[in-house]
């Protein structure tokens, strides 16, 4: 989850990973004090897992309830933490990313809310994550960690940040899949696919199934509840969930969208192509819609 600097054995990564410890329990006591629920993922969770990454992120990472992102950000934002969210003009998605910086921390905090590619009900595909949790002491607070197949699922995956020009871009599929397949057990890899199906992860995480010799099964496609939560809509349309669909699906399980989706007449078809402009228009404007509710 993020990028990597410092290496764990230099003097400057012991240090930042000091520095990180202190943030990850701030931020677990902040959630604990007002009932929100979070999950501590990335570098902080590998090694408690026997994990390895190859450097220390500078980021703090954490997975949170939906509904508890932006009273998180809220608090935060109490205390001297400003969002510091750079959208990619490229991608026509918005960022699922929220990301704070303070000037007193030298580490950024990346706040997780709805997960690219999970395609489940986002408040469901928490409660898997939230059900399957781990506890771990850090910097003298109990802090919930992701578990360690949860942890193998957030490590394979490429579009944390919701960029869907950059599937496979920079992935680190590869260092990982050496790794997992001496790391996982014959019952932690069938945990690992029924997990990924359950939160709708099939074609996202197919590289991942796939690379350990696991059925990925059938493509789940975007639900109602996740278009949703990723377009900052209280209600959605067909057009919408389609869209949706269209830019996070691969190109090959487009046409199945499609097929199950618009009806094959020419007034299906010109209805289908109305419905997208208006899909589109919304879509545009989700990036402000998702910003306003963390203010």
């Given at each position: 989850m993020g990028r990597y600097s410092?290496?764990?054995?230099?003097?400057?990564?012991?240090?930042?990973?000091a520095s990180k410890d202190r943030l990850v329990g701030f931020v677990a006591r902040l959630c604990g004090e007002h009932n929100l629920r979070a999950l501590a993922g990335g570098g902080t969770v590998f090694p408690l897992h026997g994990l390895i990454t190859?450097?220390?992120?500078?980021?703090?990472?954490?997975?949170v309830a939906p509904a508890d992102l932006a009273p998180l950000v809220r608090l935060l934002r109490q205390q001297h933490w400003r969002i510091d969210n750079t959208r990619n003009m490229f991608s026509s998605l918005p960022g699922a990313i929220t990301r704070l910086t303070h000037s007193g921390w030298p580490s950024a905090i990346h706040l997780h809310g709805v997960i690219p590619g999970f395609f489940e009900d986002p408040e469901l595909a928490f409660d898997v994550l939230w059900i399957h949790r781990g506890e771990a002491e850090i910097h003298a607070s109990s802090v919930p960690i992701l578990d360690k197949i949860s942890t193998v699922m957030f490590a394979a995956h490429d579009r944390l940040a919701g960029d869907s020009s950059?599937?496979?871009?920079?992935?680190?599929?590869?260092?990982?899949?050496?790794?997992?397949?001496?790391?996982?057990?014959p019952t932690e890899c069938r945990e690992l696919q029924r997990r990924v199906r359950d939160v709708g992860g099939s074609e996202e995480l197919r590289p991942l199934l796939?690379?350990?010799?696991?059925?990925p099964g059938e493509t789940a496609?975007?639900?109602?509840?996740?278009?949703?939560?990723?377009?900052?809509?209280?209600?959605?349309?067909?057009g919408d969930v389609c869209l949706l669909g269209v830019m996070e699906l691969p190109p090959e399980q487009r046409m199945r969208l499609i097929r199950l989706k618009v009806p094959r007449t020419p007034q299906g078809v010109l209805r289908a192509i109305r419905a997208a402009a208006a899909a589109l228009a919304r879509l545009r404007s989700a990036p402000q819609r998702i910003a306003k509710s963390l203010v």
């Open positions: 410092e290496s764990e054995s230099s003097a400057r990564g012991v240090a930042l990973r190859p450097r220390v992120p500078r980021t703090v990472s954490f997975i950059k599937r496979l871009a920079d992935s680190n599929l590869d260092y990982f899949l050496d790794q997992f397949q001496s790391a996982l057990s796939e690379g350990l010799g696991l059925d496609l975007p639900s109602e509840a996740y278009a949703r939560w990723r377009l900052g809509l209280d209600r959605v349309t067909t």
